[in-house]
């Protein structure tokens, strides 16, 4: 496609239920990186990934979060026993060789 | 560390006045900047950026911006406001993996209201 798109846009969740999140990045783009976006605040760095390489998740605020990129295209942002304060818009990226990434419209996640 | 410091959470103009909206940056070597616009319910959109070539960077929509390395300053500036400007915008850094792309480091972000 023309852009990054992710899916669903909109996710409700009870608190423990497990979620996960798709990233379909632009076609050609090495890099793919997830954000979380918290009301009110920018977003924040969560994973990395070059190709099927995920070469930082030092973002990634508890082992409840995993993420993953197994054929170098389509991500998963996975998280399991939700909390409400997982509850914030969850932003994907790409990009290719150069510093501009380009952002996804995001999935808005609501743990109840 | 990289960082970025948008001074402003609010700015307020009329339509058809200047827009300046104010970010300083830190960082241990010459950075790449960028500008990114957020309207309510859509995505990020970039506005331009900074990669150490001209320093003054022109971006989209009449959007301009004037890296100063002595004030460790990158403001966003444009001539006249126009109602479908407002929105939140973010001034980001970059933090580099040595050649490769890497990831963002974003401001807290300023609400820009444009008033009639």
């Known amino acids: 496609g023309a852009g990054v798109s992710q899916s669903p846009r909109y996710k409700v969740a009870k608190r423990g239920q497990d979620v996960a999140l798709r990233c379909d990045p632009i076609s050609g783009h090495v890099s793919l990186f997830w954000y979380q976006q918290a009301l009110g605040q920018g977003p924040e760095f969560l994973t990395y990934?070059?190709?099927?390489?995920?070469?930082?998740k030092s973002g990634l605020p508890s082992d409840r979060f995993f993420a993953e990129r197994p054929e170098g295209s389509v991500s998963t942002l996975k998280i399991q026993r939700t909390q409400q304060e997982d509850s914030a818009v969850y932003l994907c990226a790409s990009s290719s060789t150069t510093d501009t990434q380009y952002f996804g419209p995001g999935t808005r996640l609501t743990v109840l | 560390a990289q960082s970025v410091t948008q001074l402003d959470s609010h700015v307020s103009v009329s339509e058809g006045t200047p827009v300046l909206l104010r970010c300083n940056y830190s960082s241990s070597y010459s950075p790449s900047l960028f500008w990114y616009v957020q309207h309510p319910n859509k995505g990020l959109q970039l506005l331009l950026k900074y990669t150490s070539a001209a320093t003054l960077v022109k971006g989209i929509n009449g959007f301009e911006a004037e890296f100063k390395k002595s004030e460790t300053s990158f403001h966003l500036t444009k001539p006249s406001a126009h109602m479908s400007d407002a929105a939140e915008y973010f001034c980001?850094?970059?933090?580099?993996?040595?050649?490769?792309?890497?990831?963002?480091?974003f401001g807290t972000g300023t609400l820009l209201a444009v008033q009639p």
């Open positions: 990934f070059q190709n099927e390489a995920q070469l930082d």
């Open positions: 980001v850094v970059s933090l580099r993996y040595g050649g490769a792309t890497n990831k963002l480091i």
